[in-house]
């Protein structure tokens, strides 16, 4: 990369972190503190309200970045961003958990992923494009792990209204970051999508990476619905879950650094992808084994693996769609797949909230196993681009195969 690819990679992962970490700083303790509000005895009505967000960015998600083509990439981030500091201060002032589901709609009303990830494409070449995506797609997951060391403790210290404080801070600390540190963007942009929707959808290499990030998501947020409660019944009081969290996130980046990265280098990067989704899956088969009534040490060595899986997930597949998607598409293709992972966030919170609610902890991670397992079968036929082989390559030889 050369100076101005830096700054751009750099900034644009930022604001991408420092936004998710704004989504995801509520996520491991809310059905906690929900609790304490009007309404917040009701799993479903809980379930809503984590998921909410990902409804609201789904639906905005090709509008705003349909916008950016038109009024340029940073007005419109600046706008989304605004939005969602909005809806958390709607949050820090929410009497009952009725208002907390407005606030996060409201949240996720400030669609920005689009926006980021064109505006990222049109600040680098083709060569480094996938490095840069790489960081965008890495940062997602290591907020989602300081999230889950960090909201424990603040929560114990300032409640959920405070978490609500803390990530309208970052709303605007990342409003700061694209006016004055971002480079700026170009006049005519790089990526205008010119591909239809159906080009995407017609191409089997991306259908499935769409299937998997919304399964991930939904599966991601729906064992956080009932996972918090298990740690409380197997002792660990809220303010410590931390203490479980931060070793196994630890580790888990440890294993990726010497699993992941190698690998793909030596062109293993398909069997390193099926193996982490079958791992997501052994975890929520596991954890339907031992919930309600699990051990400390058993929710520990689940949630490691967790994170080993979900970490290589969520770093290597922001990376494929950019490499697999068709020039002349990028802009769609990246538009339908960020719309997918915010549906699935949707999905996870709600359905898992009513899984919660009527068949219980055991039933609701039976389900994400399932779902785990269906991914697996979809994206069993996969062949990632390598040094040998273009994307172009790629997505010919699968629509011959298909």
């Known amino acids: 990369?050369?100076?101005?690819?830096?700054?751009?990679?750099?900034?644009?992962?930022l604001v991408f972190a420092a936004r998710m970490l704004g989504l995801f700083l509520v996520l491991?303790?809310?059905?906690?503190?929900?609790?304490r509000y009007p309404g917040g005895t009701d799993p479903a009505l809980v379930g809503m309200a984590m998921g909410i967000y990902g409804l609201t960015q789904g639906v905005l998600q090709i509008p705003y970045g349909l916008a950016s083509d038109r009024f340029g990439?940073?007005?419109?981030?600046?706008?989304?961003l605004a939005v969602f500091a909005a809806g958390s201060l709607l949050g820090v002032w929410a009497p009952t958990l009725h208002w907390l589901v407005v606030a996060r709609a409201l949240q996720g009303a400030g669609a920005i992923s689009a926006a980021v990830t064109a505006l990222l494409a049109d600040l680098t070449r083709d060569a480094v494009r996938t490095k840069a995506m790489a960081m965008v797609g890495a940062s997602i997951g290591l907020m989602f792990a300081v999230s889950l060391v960090a909201a424990p403790a603040l929560a114990a210290h300032v409640g959920l209204s405070g978490l609500f404080a803390v990530t309208?801070?970052?709303?605007?600390?990342?409003?700061a970051i694209i006016g004055w540190w971002t480079p700026?963007?170009?006049?005519?942009?790089?990526n205008v999508p010119r591909g239809r929707i159906a080009d995407v959808l017609a191409l089997p290499a991306l259908v499935r990476l769409n299937v998997g990030v919304f399964v991930l998501h939904a599966v991601q947020l729906a064992m956080w619905v009932s996972l918090p409660a298990l740690l409380v019944q197997a002792g660990?009081?809220?303010?410590?879950?931390?203490?479980?969290?931060?070793?196994?996130?630890?580790a888990s980046f440890v294993v990726m650094g010497f699993t992941l990265f190698p690998l793909e280098r030596r062109g293993y990067l398909r069997a390193v992808f099926l193996a982490a989704i079958g791992l997501v899956g052994l975890v929520q088969l596991g954890l339907a084994l031992v919930a309600p009534h699990a051990g400390i040490a058993a929710l520990a060595v689940l949630l490691f693996l967790f994170f080993c899986g979900?970490?290589?997930?969520?770093?290597?597949?922001?990376?494929?769609?950019?490499?697999?998607?068709?020039?002349?598409?990028?802009?769609?293709a990246m538009g339908i797949?960020?719309?997918?992972?915010?549906?699935?966030?949707?999905?996870?919170?709600?359905?898992?909230?009513?899984?919660?609610?009527?068949?219980?902890?055991?039933?609701?991670?039976?389900?994400?196993?399932?779902?785990m397992v269906l991914w697996l079968v979809v994206a069993w036929p996969m062949r990632a681009p390598g040094r040998a082989a273009s994307a172009e390559e790629v997505l010919a030889e699968e629509a011959q195969a298909t």
């Open 1 to 13: 990369m050369n100076a101005l690819e830096r700054r751009a990679s750099g900034s644009l992962a």
């Open 28 to 35: 491991p303790v809310f059905a906690l503190e929900a609790a």
């Open 73 to 80: 990439r940073k007005r419109v981030i600046v706008l989304g």
């Open 168 to 175: 309208g801070a970052l709303a605007v600390l990342c409003m």
């Open 184 to 190: 700026a963007e170009p006049r005519v942009h790089a």
């Open 236 to 250: 660990v009081a809220k303010a410590d879950h931390w203490k479980v969290y931060l070793p196994a996130v630890l």
């Open 310 to 332: 979900f970490n290589v997930l969520e770093a290597t597949q922001p990376s494929l769609a950019s490499r697999l998607a068709p020039a002349h598409a990028r802009g769609t």
């Open 337 to 371: 797949y960020n719309t997918l992972q915010s549906l699935g966030l949707f999905a996870g919170g709600a359905v898992g909230g009513w899984l919660a609610k009527h068949v219980g902890m055991a039933g609701l991670f039976a389900a994400c196993a399932a779902m």
